[in-house]
């Protein structure tokens, strides 16, 4: 008798940029403290998994090169962990994953994070698992930081090291351009070199998330722009000097303001509409201050299953080459 060979399962997980960052002591286990506000964009990657005779992992779209496809790919590392809590055996997996990547690799926008809990939802279905949600956030944890936000998307306060969400209220949609800069930056080193900017020194803090959460609730960008902050950036800036050139950029082609995404090099502009996104892109792009711009929307919802109906063919996004 011929084994059923389920359809395969693509999921599109979104990007994330941080609003507010604020970092505070080192623990002991290395990782600091924060308390962060995150929104899900539009930017995101598609990753199908399918039962395969031949299980790895391929990648396409941006920063293809740089992205490991052995069992360090963090979509290889959920196959792993789901295997392991469902008692599988990851050599008997059976799986192929294939990435479509648009969030840009080491870009401070959770790229990894988002194919690891597409792959943990993904693979659920595939192997019609009886895991809750609840339970898939608990394994995206043990994966990294910005993982269970990949999942749940939205609009979210973290805490802890960044895994503990509650939702936060975000009236209206809010209008992004990206500036993805030409190579990334490593989570830890920006993390070491910010420890070590307050060791010699009191870079800025960006203080209470209160009145962010309130204007995000508000849905007027304007007053959004003016509370945009993140503890990290002072660290980007100082290992990447040349994001002080695209921030200023940025605003200078109309953007109401700029920050840094997570632990960057990418930079975030919140503008009035999409209208004014696109022409900022545009401008943008003009100055020859990064790689690509791209312009997103958020918050949209965290990773979710797109077969079938739900499954447009994916239409390469507005993009603009400086
Ligand atoms: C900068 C952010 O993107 C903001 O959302 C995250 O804090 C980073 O999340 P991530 O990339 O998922 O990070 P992880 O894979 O969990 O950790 C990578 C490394 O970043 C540093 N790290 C990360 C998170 C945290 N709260 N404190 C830290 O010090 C640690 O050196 C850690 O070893
Ligand atoms: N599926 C993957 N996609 C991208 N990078 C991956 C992946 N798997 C492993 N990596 C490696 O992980 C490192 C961090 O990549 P990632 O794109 O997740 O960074 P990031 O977006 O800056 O992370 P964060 O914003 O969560 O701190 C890269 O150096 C890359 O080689």
């Known amino acids: 008798m011929l084994a059923v060979v389920p359809p395969p399962v693509t999921v599109r997980a979104p990007s994330k940029i ?43 779209g941006e920063g293809t090169g740089t992205i490991p496809r052995n069992s360090d790919n963090l979509a290889w590392r959920a196959v ?19 990435i479509r990547k648009e969030i840009p690799v080491a870009g401070g926008m959770a790229g990894g994070s988002a194919d690891a809990a597409a792959v943990l939802l993904g693979l659920s279905a595939l192997w019609d698992l009886d895991v809750t949600r609840e339970d898939l956030g608990t394994l995206a944890g043990k994966l990294g930081s910005d993982v269970p936000f990949a999942l749940s998307g939205g609009t979210a306060l973290g805490t802890g090291r960044g895994d503990q969400l509650v939702p936060v209220l975000s009236r209206h949609t809010f209008h992004w351009v990206l500036a993805f800069d030409n190579r990334g930056l490593s989570t830890p080193k920006v993390y070491g070199e910010l420890d070590r900017l307050r060791a010699v020194g009191d870079p800025p803090r960006v203080g209470s998330y209160d009145p962010l959460v309130e204007a995000l609730a508000s849905g007027d960008p304007r007053q959004l722009a003016l509370l945009l902050g993140n503890d990290l950036q002072a660290a980007a800036v100082s290992l990447r000097s040349n994001l002080r050139r695209t921030l200023r950029a940025g605003v200078e082609a ?5 920050v840094v995404s997570g632990s960057g090099p990418t930079c975030a502009f919140l503008c009035t509409d999409g209208d004014s996104a696109v022409e900022v892109a545009a401008q943008l792009a003009g100055a020859g201050v990064c790689r690509t711009v791209r312009v997103a929307h958020g918050p949209v919802h965290g990773a979710r299953i797109v077969d079938g109906e739900d499954s447009p063919e994916p239409t390469p996004p507005p993009q603009v080459h400086a």
């Open 18 to 60: 941080n609003l507010h960052l604020g970092i505070g002591d080192q623990r002991s286990d290395g990782y600091h403290e924060i308390s962060t506000v995150f929104q899900a964009l539009s930017l995101s990657d598609d990753v199908t998994v399918a039962a395969s005779e031949e299980p790895g992992v391929d990648v396409q």
């Open 80 to 98: 792993r962990l789901l295997a392991e809590h469902v008692g599988r055996p990851e050599d008997e997996s059976g799986v192929r994953v294939m």
């Open 254 to 258: 109309g953007a109401l303001a700029g």
